[in-house]
């Protein structure tokens, strides 16, 4: 067995292997580190000139579960906890907001925007059910009557509740998907999200998993190990590295990102096939930068977890700023951190940190104009577009597809499986989304060689591309997910039962 990428999918998928004694398994690595997204920097310094440690990559356990309701719990929050992971409540309520002129209170809008929430839920919920075309979250927005038209603080809230979340517009983005999407984790799981403050790196709970089916230095996990071409049939697997070397594999899973498929960084040997070319084309992998200011004092205020900024002029500039100097995070550490998203992040990608800073502390002093803000003593933002092994942050579901696109992306081509953030339907953008996709690889392929299938939950074997558990194209009947390992929610009472593969 070989497993592409040693993230939070391939470290997992490896471990549901493990657990099912398959033990003959190589992960290949691109970096020097077990994480994939999950990944830190150190970052400035505190009182005795040590750095601290920040998250350029995932920060939050979202939706964590709630022990007295017995419901289910997210696996992350359950590994976190194995490892002690210092983490705190994100508290959304926690805000205060700005404009240019400084500090204007405009959180009614935010109550107003919660208030259509549960339209929305239901609009979105009612186009699922029924089987309706789905739209864009921003034509979903329009039918519930959220029309926020030029004002500059109803974009400001609509960009904190949207975009800060899926790292793109409302306009690019699905209505029925992005919203079953937030319940599938806020609703199944709890609406509390916890954000790692753990100066070991968000990443001790995968390293953690880890350390319980692998050895130190484990000759089966190969780092700096980059994936350049794969031959894949339906009797084996063929990986080739930069390096010349070559792994042979009765079944590999790949959990390379999204945007990693879209840069052609790896040649498949036959050409995937167009349905899957189809599906790599039609999701989208955006981006999420958070930027890292450091100053030598705390001159906003230490109560508050975030400040939304409007600006007058362009929507999702410098809008959400939040603070690591406040109780419970990094109190003292005088971080302060902004998000852009989408093409605000593309554009700063492309220019110096110098620019950067500059335009960002032009914002700062709009928004504090009665104190002389201080230039920053430490500064820095990631690149995710041009990051080599990953092009991106997560993805995001476009506005207009289907769920049989979806499962296109995540099918198996002969014995060469797909696993990662983009290939769950139900939790797509989130480090929950890997960890089941990573196990869910990893026992179907577990249940073709072992004589036992033991992942009844969602069958055993190949996925089956829409086309080849239909024998048809035509996509106009949809909900026939019966064995496709696809949430229960999505699976319609047609009363059409179709054979599961296993
Ligand atoms: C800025 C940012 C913020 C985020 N915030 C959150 C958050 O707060 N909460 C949350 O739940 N999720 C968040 N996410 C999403 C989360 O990080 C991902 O969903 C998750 O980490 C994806 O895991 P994965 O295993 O699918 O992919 P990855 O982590 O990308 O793992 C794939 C691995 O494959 C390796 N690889 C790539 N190409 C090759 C190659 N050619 N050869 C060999 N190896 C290769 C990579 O190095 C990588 O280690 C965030 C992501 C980013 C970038
Ligand atoms: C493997 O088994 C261990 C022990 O039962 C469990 O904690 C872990 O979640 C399993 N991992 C997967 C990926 O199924
Ligand atoms: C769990 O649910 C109970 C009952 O609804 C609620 O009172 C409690 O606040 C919840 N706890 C968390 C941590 O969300
Ligand atoms: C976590 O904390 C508990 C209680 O303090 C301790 O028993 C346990 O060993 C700790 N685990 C780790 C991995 O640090
Ligand atoms: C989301 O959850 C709400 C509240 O439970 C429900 O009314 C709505 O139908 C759900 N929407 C979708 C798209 O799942
Ligand atoms: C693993 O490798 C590191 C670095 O080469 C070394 O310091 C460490 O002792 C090794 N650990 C074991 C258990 O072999
Ligand atoms: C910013 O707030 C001030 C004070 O409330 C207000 O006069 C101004 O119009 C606001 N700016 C915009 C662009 O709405
Ligand atoms: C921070 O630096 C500014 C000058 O840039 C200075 O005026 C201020 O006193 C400094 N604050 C502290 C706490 O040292
Ligand atoms: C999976 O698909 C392959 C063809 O790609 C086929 O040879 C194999 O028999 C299938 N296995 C199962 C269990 O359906």
């Known amino acids: 067995m070989a497993v592409i990428g040693a993230g939070v999918a391939g470290i997992t998928a490896a471990q549901a292997l493990a657990n099912q004694s398959i033990t003959d398994f190589v992960i290949v690595e691109y970096n ?176 953690g998993e880890a350390a319980k089916f692998l050895e130190a230095n484990d000759t089966r996990l190969h780092f700096n190990t980059v994936v350049t071409d794969i031959e894949y049939s339906d009797s084996g697997v063929k990986i080739t590295n930069e390096d010349g070397s070559c792994v042979e594999a009765d079944y590999a899973i790949n959990t390379v990102s999204l945007g990693v498929l879209q840069n052609d960084a790896i040649a498949f040997e036959p050409e995937l096939p167009d349905w899957k070319q189809d599906s790599i084309a039609t999701f989208t992998m955006a981006t999420y930068t958070k930027m890292f200011f450091q100053f030598n004092e705390t001159f906003w205020p230490t109560d508050k977890q975030f400040f939304l900024y409007a600006d007058p002029t362009t929507r999702g500039y410098y809008t959400v700023w939040q603070s690591l100097s406040t109780e419970g995070f990094l109190p003292g550490s005088n971080i302060l951190f902004a998000t852009l998203v989408d093409e605000q992040s593309y554009r700063v990608e492309a220019q110096d940190d110098e620019t950067t800073k500059a335009e960002a502390m032009v914002v700062l002093r709009q928004m504090f104009p009665d104190i002389d803000v201080p230039e920053p003593i430490a500064f820095t933002y990631p690149r995710w577009t041009s ?105 319609a009472d047609t009363g059409d039962e179709e054979e599961s593969d296993a």
């Open 32 to 207: 020097d580190v077990i994480g994939g997204r999950m990944r830190n920097t150190k970052f400035g310094s505190d009182s005795d000139g040590n750095p601290y440690v920040v998250e350029l990559g995932a920060n939050w356990i979202s939706g964590l579960g709630n022990d007295t309701l017995d419901g289910p719990e997210n696996p992350v929050w359950t590994f976190s906890k194995q490892v002690n992971l210092s983490s705190a409540n994100s508290d959304a309520s926690s805000i205060v907001t700005y404009n240019e002129t400084g500090a204007v209170d405009y959180t009614d809008i935010l109550d107003e925007f919660e208030e259509y929430w549960a339209i929305f839920e239901q609009n979105a919920g009612t186009i699922l059910t029924e089987n309706l075309q789905d739209r864009s979250f921003r034509a979903g927005l329009w039918q519930s009557g959220w029309r926020p038209k030029g004002d500059a603080a109803r974009k400001a809230v609509e960009w904190w509740m949207w975009d800060w979340e899926t790292a793109q517009t409302p306009e690019e983005s699905s209505f029925v998907y992005g919203i079953t999407g937030y319940n599938l984790t806020y609703y199944a799981f709890s609406e509390l999200s916890y954000f790692s403050v753990d100066q070991r790196g968000f990443n001790t709970w995968i390293k």
């Open 387 to 491: 990051t080599p092994w990953s092009y991106g942050s997560y993805s995001n579901w476009p506005t207009g597809t289907t769920l049989e696109m979806h499962q296109n992306l995540r099918a198996n081509v002969g014995r060469l499986y797909f696993a990662g953030e983009a290939t769950s339907a139900e939790y797509f953008g989130f480090l929950h989304g890997a960890w089941f996709e990573g196990r869910e690889a990893g026992e179907r392929i577990a249940g073709m060689v072992t004589t036992e299938c033991r992942n009844v939950e969602s069958g055993c074997g190949n996925y089956t591309s829409y086309e080849v558990l239909h024998g048809t194209t035509d996509f106009s009947e949809v909900n026939a997910f019966n064995g496709m390992g696809v949430s229960p929610l999505f699976v």
